[in-house]
């Protein structure tokens, strides 16, 4: 096909913008969307199909910086093909309120798939963008309506090619025999530190071909766009398998800094920028330049991509008369909403009914909704008999040559791999047809912490499984028993955190979790068997707390959660035989969504004149916000039968109406005496 | 050398002590133990040196069982060998205050070397244990003198070689050229989720030499005890890569159920644990038997071991008289006690001093005491230049063979690898000669939190340097902006989170962490500048928390930490000035600290009879400890320069007034006004 001057002018307009973006801005990394210019015009220009005009068409290719501090490479090329920022925009780069942040963030910029900037997060997003592409096309696509045919595209540098996470996903997408993934890997021998020698000598390209990837190498990444192309041809030809570039490229190709540490993560100096623009042709006094050609030969094709979705508009639309029920789903999952009347699905109990573990109510409700709900995925990292997370008709996501799944396999087995699950969920959330919910210990959970911080910021829809939830687990001791795990997700914004009591609350917990399109949840669920509540309906739950049991005239409020909550009934009654105290229970399964109620709701559960007490056997931290005193368990755990353990730590009925006693004393003189919701002022949100 | 009766006899005791402890536990995982005994046994017996009656020997071979649910294998050992674990130590197995917890925990049994379990810790341990070894000979060994001489034996398992941690600390060791360190894969192909073809089908041979590990497989590791011994033997000529051992096992050997998920996790039935006893020549009627020519095979082996630690003790004397200083030092190294007078070099500051970023203040005290310190290490995941982690003349950690530094060196390059750092320095640490340091961004500790989580467990002495502390690093934005990062690790027991406001302060934190023996410490340290307070002394910032500026009659205590507390000083100008309102400040550098003074001392620093209001800009969780109200920041950051994104979210003099106001208000009508310090009932510890 060849290259022109054009290309070349292309090139080097993406290089001076981020040139200009980060001088402007005193700050940002320059040199990888220098080094990375040319592979991204080949790329954009060449291969990716896309419409600028209509960011969230479902079929567009996907593009997944990993790399993240690269981004004036992608705000520069989301400008040039005409997304929705302007100039003006890239002038604000890295300032307040701009939609060009320090790193990539889906929210905030059109055109942007997913948050990265933590390394290896962007790899692992991308392993899930194209398992959900896999997936989706495993679903819909039929004889002659290929649907969904995009390709997943990533760039990755070394620094993301150190991460664990990013190895746990190679690892899964090599497995998968992900065809339609090709990542392009920044093979520029620079990282904060200096020459990668100093601590990154491995054989990359053994590794991946370890992984089961299919492998290859350009060796001249700075000028052999045809090389660039031809690799990227043949990647697409590859499809059983998962396709890694390895391009060498000079970091900060241009600066007179090119190919050292200096140009990582500091602008130009002004000279530097200068002598840039002049080598590059460019008006050395002018900034923030985009050559009308440019724009007009990636306009031309955006427009393409344009064309692109109107066909496929039509496909869908003579689609959805051929496969009635299929054309109807797939244009309702493409809105985000759940099938009208799933919720009546949802497993219901009565206080009668027999003491269950909430991780089988959890495998309840995914039993009970997986026919209503199409688009819910499951999965565990490797704990699947554990985590309750499958149920029993479940196919596997496999490719279907391993003999053991289908590609429309909606049961996800993600290996050891904590980290990379969550960020998988990540991507496969974006995608927009699926989402996903991922199993493993709550202590573990914290493998992945990484992750679940991006789900949270980046508004998925991705659902924790996180069973074995305390002490409770017993026997496996404190290496698996969390304590500070719960305090630690209810401290990230946008995030929920649930711990219900029964199974009337594990089916509120799905229902918000899934009605729930911008925040992702973590379901707290115990090993041990809990009994039904009486008070626990789900229209309770879902307000994220209420009075389990009223009393009139009480004396102290418990707040509770979980397993412990039917704890605190039972220690009602102690209360009123050995003390002659009243007490009431407060249920909070989602500290979250009772925040989000009205504060008339929140005082009539949490009222003024009463002390309340917390309980709950982890972390206290935190409770302070619904309790006057708390008991809970600033220690690590025990190892031993679950029963014993609690006993151990004085989580019985004695244990807490000792405190509860104590609470009652010590807040006997305090007037007003008032509920811990009544604050001075109100926080920014 | 030939295998007789007796090694079989030791071999299917241990088994059969497997059999019995999860049995009797009715908990455990028999299946890696039954499979594992035979290497183990090889392994033990014929390569280990390390006596039993002295588990703290200092140049003892270092053993890590990664696969820790494994871990009636190594209690069935060390009971074996005569360590202090006894037959019935083994029979409470799983039991409440047990030594032979549900995974093996460093601190609680005699010859456990770190605390293992949850995957992929153990195998980073071991690299860290490796590393220990390799400085340590680099430092004190001298010729006629090798007082460092052991090997690292590290057992792993499929769960362990899938997880991330384990891949970063594996391509770590092959850079490091790590040949002390020998793992043994057990490549059992089974997991919990059944067979490994479900979910992890790569070349781990192929990966382990991408890495740049030497290699071996035998083949039949149930029965092939000479090619295992062949294998660890060639292993140990490899003295210039790491060595891995692929051995295929069966899982559950001698089970009905062997070579199936069925006895990884679940004890035997009754009738298979009779079936196996049978099998292998036990009276099946009989539990936890040790035939008598295996206690005495293995009482020989001990006593070896016991006559090597005798040698080496002889050694360290006259290594001593003729390295006069060298001996000296490590003999106070192997104290854990830092020299004499060290802290005298401590920086000291002065309010006229200028106002310095905690992050180079920090680079100043390793500056200050690193000769003073000898066994401190220091290093960073890839962030050196922004950790200032580096002391201006520090010699890199690093095989002399690659000319960038040597194994004596004190400086780690970890690469882009947080997990895996953070498990190395607990491997680090357990090795019992040096004190490591390790710095990344604070928002990226959250990638180490399972290792750090087990810092804590095992009391390790590992001090955490984590910059960019707040959205006081601006630009980057909120994928780098930590929110729920401390409130996490503040839930995390025995684990002192540190945020110092200043020189002093910093200094204060240093010293800490580096007296306290058995905890760890994370230091969060700004990227923005610091003033010097006013009343800031090193003797204050050890006590946790103090008050920073007095004020007589003061109507409300601000109670801040780190860049926060110079703003709550603008603040009481600004308070006295625009409201007539006069305030106090405490400074609270270390929650977990300041909780261990006395409470009088915490009472004068937040008195009942005024409210207290906490200002630190990140997550307001577990603030209501020390305040009545609480001004923080529960929402993502932004992406700006620091003082714009401070000003966004209101943390000014005015900003923060108006909430004191706010709170001076709230709480006039309240009688008796306590001190949130005032609590009904003490927390368990």
Same mark, same amino acid.
């Given at each position: 096909m060849g290259y022109d001057k054009t290309d070349e002018l292309a090139i080097n307009t993406i290089r001076t913008l981020a040139v200009d973006a980060t001088f402007a801005a005193n700050s940002g990394h320059p040199g990888a969307p220098m080094g990375m210019a040319p592979v991204a015009h080949v790329l954009f220009n060449k291969f990716m199909t896309f419409n600028p005009k209509n960011?969230?068409?479902?079929n567009r290719d996907r593009f997944v910086l990993?790399?993240? @501090?690269?981004c004036m490479l992608q705000y520069a090329i989301l400008h040039m093909f005409g997304y929705g920022v302007s100039i003006d925009d890239l002038k604000h780069?890295?300032?307040?309120?701009?939609?060009?942040?320090g790193h990539p963030e889906a929210h905030d910029t059109? =055109?942007?798939e997913v948050t990265t900037g933590p390394l290896g997060q962007g790899f692992a997003n991308a392993v899930g963008l194209a398992c959900a592409q896999a997936h989706s096309a495993g679903v819909f696509n039929k004889p002659g309506f290929e649907m969904f045919t995009n390709h997943t595209y990533m760039f990755f540098g070394d620094g993301c090619a150190m991460e664990g996470i990013a190895s746990e996903a190679a690892s899964a997408a090599g497995h998968l025999q992900l065809g339609n993934l090709i990542a392009i890997y920044?093979?520029?021998?620079?990282?904060i530190d200096g020459d990668t020698k100093c601590a990154f000598t491995e054989d990359v390209t053994m590794r991946f071909e370890a992984y089961g990837w299919h492998v290859q190498w350009v060796k001249d990444g700075d000028h052999d766009l045809q090389g660039i192309e031809d690799a990227i041809k043949k990647a697409k030809e590859v499809t059983d398998k998962p396709s890694m570039i390895r391009l060498t490229t000079t970091i900060g190709?241009?600066?007179?800094?090119?190919?050292?540490?200096?140009? @990582? =993560?500091n602008p130009l100096k002004e000279d530097d920028c200068k002598q840039v623009k002049e080598k590059f042709g460019f008006?050395?006094?002018?900034?923030?330049v985009v050559p009308q050609e440019v724009y007009d030969m990636y306009h031309k094709h955006a427009s393409e991509g344009a064309a692109a979705e109107q066909e496929w508009d039509s496909l869908l639309e003579k689609y959805s008369s051929e496969h009635k029920d299929l054309g109807a789903d797939l244009k309702r999952r493409l809105t985000r909403k759940l099938p009208?009347?799933?919720?009546?699905?949802l497993p219901v109990y009565k206080p009668s009914d027999k003491a269950i573990a909430s991780r089988k109510l959890s495998e309840s409700v995914l039993e009970a909704i997986y026919e209503a709900v199409p688009e819910l995925l499951s999965g565990s990292a490797d704990l699947t008999g554990s985590n309750n997370?499958?149920?029993?008709n479940a196919v596997d996501f496999q490719p279907p040559s391993l003999g053991?799944?289908?590609?429309?396999?909606?049961?996800?087995?993600?290996?050891?791999?904590e980290h990379a699950m969550a960020a998988m969920m990540n991507g496969l959330a974006a995608y927009g047809t699926v989402i996903p919910a991922g199993g493993t210990f709550l202590n573990f959970v914290s493998y992945a912490a990484g992750a679940v911080r991006l789900s949270a910021l980046s508004h998925q829809r991705v659902i924790y499984v996180a069973t074995?939830?305390?002490?409770?687990?017993?026997?496996?001791g404190p290496t698996h028993q969390p304590i500070e795990t719960l305090a630690h997700f209810r401290a990230l914004p946008n995030f929920m955190v649930w711990r219900p009591a029964d199974g009337n609350e594990t089916s509120a917990a799905y229902y918000v979790a899934l009605t729930s399109q911008n925040t992702p949840s973590l379901l707290a669920l115990t090993r041990q068997n809990l009994p039904q509540l009486e008070g626990s309906t789900i229209a309770n739950g879902i307000k994220g707390g209420y009075v389990a049991l009223e009393n009139k005239d009480a004396h102290i409020t418990l707040v509770s959660t979980g397993s412990e909550v039917s704890l605190c009934l039972e220690a009602v009654k102690y209360l009123k035989d050995n003390h002659d105290v009243t007490a009431r229970v407060v249920s909070l399964p989602c500290m979250e969504v009772f925040d989000a109620q009205d504060k008339e709701y929140r005082l009539k559960c949490i009222p003024d004149g009463i002390p309340a007490l917390s309980v709950e056997v982890?972390?206290?931290?935190?409770w302070e916000k619904y309790s006057h005193e708390q008991f809970g368990l600033n220690r690590f755990g025990a190892s031993g039968p679950y029963k014993d353990v609690y006993k151990k730590f004085e989580f019985t009925p004695e244990g807490i109406s000792k405190r509860a006693v104590a609470t009652i004393d010590f807040y006997k003189?305090?007037?007003?005496?008032?509920?811990?919701?009544?604050?001075a002022f109100l926080q920014l949100i």
């Open positions: 960011p969230g068409w479902a990993s790399n993240g @501090h690269g780069f890295r300032q307040v309120d701009s939609i060009c942040p059109p =055109g942007i920044d093979d520029n021998h620079i990282s190709f241009g600066s007179k800094l090119q190919g050292t540490g200096g140009v @990582h =993560g008006d050395p006094t002018k900034t923030f009208e009347g799933w919720q009546e699905k997370t499958r149920w029993k053991i799944g289908e590609w429309s396999g909606r049961y996800f087995r993600y290996g050891v791999r074995h939830d305390s002490i409770g687990l017993g026997e496996d982890m972390s206290t931290l935190g003189e305090v007037k007003p005496l008032r509920s811990p919701l009544q604050r």
